[in-house]
């Protein structure tokens, strides 16, 4: 089966749920570049992602972060992996909504803890209970999610691959997004 890519798939939803990963085995499956707005952040700036943070604070880092996806939007289609606050920004909603598709890796928090939990690269997870923090953040930023063009489900279970074709019969449910051709 060979797949057509009509226009952008951006990735949204919790650190753990796999944007990253999951969008570079979707973007070989469907033989397009994959993006990452937060490495295009840090290699724009020369700082990591909790170095930003630290010096200039949140705000900045989201007006750069918003900046940096409108770029990749403007190419072709491609797989665009996003910060997990990106789209809690309703500029950004409607800036990927016109020009691309806004597809939500949705995981339990379970399964984000187990992703997260050993990594020190979570600015956003730097406090006393990072699990209560993790899902304070899933409690408040599921709302923005729901509001995604489309959704497929994460679990543990699934190997990346596995997980990629998920999304890729998701994106197939929507003609203007995906076409399969033999």
Request: proline share 4%; glycine share 8%.
């Amino acid at each position: 089966m060979k797949y057509r890519l009509k226009k952008t798939v951006v990735l949204v939803g919790m650190m753990g749920s796999g944007k990253t990963a999951v969008g570079q085995a979707l973007g070989r499956l469907l033989g397009v570049p994959f993006l990452d707005s937060d490495n295009e952040i840090t290699v724009a700036a020369n700082l990591t992602i909790p170095e930003i943070f630290e010096r200039y604070g949140e705000p900045f880092f989201r007006e750069k972060e918003s900046q940096v996806i409108a770029r990749l939007l403007e190419g072709g289609p491609a797989i665009l992996s996003t910060g997990g606050g990106a789209y809690l920004s309703g500029d950004n909603r409607e800036m990927i909504s016109a020009r691309g598709v806004a597809v939500w890796l949705r995981a339990d928090l379970d399964l984000l803890w187990s992703r997260v939990r050993h990594k020190n690269t979570r600015p956003l997870l730097r406090t006393a209970d990072p699990y209560k923090t993790l899902a304070d953040l899933c409690e408040r930023r599921q709302p923005y999610y729901a509001k995604a063009d489309l959704v497929a489900d994460a679990r543990a279970d699934y190997a990346i691959e596995e997980m990629a074709q998920k999304v890729a019969d998701v994106l197939a449910s929507r003609d203007d997004v995906l076409e399969m051709t033999e």
